[in-house]
């Protein structure tokens, strides 16, 4: 069945530096691939996405690139922020570029240092 | 615009007792999702509701779990009676419809059984 590994953590890091959170994943067909965030109290979020291979998806200054020869969708920004804090679920689903059907990985928590 | 509501926020149970959780998701949304988050792993399907139909029950683990969505608005996911296993953060979501939409989360509700 599908699956979705990503790096654990926590990751920890100074204001400012780059971040990589490495995220690769297992599936049948040609899935639909996604970054959701978890603020301190808050529900997931639906961060950027990616629905076929080379596309890159952003936001908030983060990007992912849809890796079909590598079956990755590594999410990285370059210059962090306290603000950044958070968990991020990277997921995947096979039925289309919404949300039917997600699976997630374990998530990696995210720790920002000013 | 209203987020996803669910309540309670927090609930402890002892094993065997039955529980109950609500969700109201974002007007006009026609798919609803209850998510399964067991503490360090990723949020897992349990069901999806396609307005009042199920779409998806493939994960839901039916000798002791149900779910409802009887107008096709709000749903109420149950669990009669309760194991030690079923701790874990209970999350709904609701997307304007199955595909290609993306998916708005709710808080959750963190049940702890004891």
């Known amino acids: 069945g599908d699956s979705v590994t990503q790096m654990e953590g926590p990751v920890t890091l100074s204001e400012e530096a780059f971040l990589t959170i490495n995220c690769t994943y297992t599936a049948t067909g040609y899935p639909s691939l996604f970054w959701y965030v978890q603020y301190p109290g808050e529900g997931l979020q639906l961060l950027l996405k990616a629905t076929k291979a080379d596309d890159k998806g952003s936001n908030k200054g983060f990007e992912a690139t849809y890796r079909k020869e590598t079956t990755s969708f590594h999410l990285e920004k370059g210059s962090v922020q306290v603000s950044d804090s958070a968990v991020y679920f990277c997921?995947?689903?096979?039925?289309?570029?919404?949300?039917?059907?997600?699976?997630f990985g374990k998530g990696t928590h995210l720790i920002i240092q000013p | 615009e209203a987020g996803v509501a669910q309540s309670p926020r927090y609930k402890i149970i002892e094993k065997r007792q039955s529980v109950a959780f609500w969700c109201n998701p974002i007007s006009g949304h026609a798919t609803l999702y209850w998510y399964q988050q067991i503490l360090g792993q990723g949020p897992k399907l349990l069901i999806q509701?396609?307005?009042?139909?199920?779409?998806?029950d493939s994960q839901l683990p039916k000798d002791r779990f149900s779910a409802e969505r009887l107008k096709g608005v709000d749903s109420t996911l149950k669990i009669q009676p309760a194991k030690l296993e079923d701790s874990a953060v209970y999350l709904c979501?609701?997307?304007?419809?199955?595909?290609?939409?993306?998916?708005?989360f709710g808080q959750g509700t963190r049940l702890t059984v004891v």
């Open positions: 997921a995947l689903s096979d039925k289309g570029g919404g949300a039917d059907g997600l699976t």
């Open positions: 979501a609701s997307s304007l419809q199955f595909t290609d939409t993306e998916a708005f």
């Open positions: 509701f396609q307005n009042n139909g199920v779409v998806d």
